[in-house]
């Protein structure tokens, strides 16, 4: 069993940062590939980043590539989400999600559906 919390949300203007942080419980952090992913209102959830357990395949959505960056702690179970050059389509909540499969191909981390857990998400809001 897998708890997430994320935190670092808020009200930002246009071309500003944000960095998202999802603390993890557990001891098997390292055992999950991690995603991000965010919901604006009347849309459905969709993809914006994910990593493999190591860190060292990383994944982005076209939307927020070159902008947004996904990393993780393992040592303190912790992935985060640095997000540059704000623009106000990325209002949205966002999600950090835990899956079980290892992050190997794009197919296993783009899909929500694919993910065990999920934490409460938090707002992240741009203005123009």
């Known amino acids: 069993q897998v708890q997430l919390v994320e935190s670092g949300g808020g009200l930002v203007q246009a071309g500003g940062s944000l960095r998202l942080s999802c603390a993890a419980s557990g001891h098997t952090f390292s055992s999950y590939a991690m995603g991000w992913f965010r919901q604006a209102p009347g849309k459905e959830r969709e993809f914006a980043a994910a990593?493999?357990?190591?860190?060292?395949?990383?994944y982005y959505a076209d939307s927020v590539k070159g902008r947004f960056t996904i990393s993780r702690d393992n040592a303190k179970n912790t992935v985060y989400l640095q997000m540059n050059r704000l623009r106000p389509e990325d209002t949205a909540v966002y999600y950090c999600s835990a899956t079980a499969l290892p992050g190997s191909s794009w197919s296993s981390v783009a899909d929500r559906y694919k993910y065990d857990y999920w934490g409460q998400g938090t707002q992240v809001t741009v203005s123009s």
């Open positions: 990593m493999d357990r190591s860190g060292g395949r990383l």
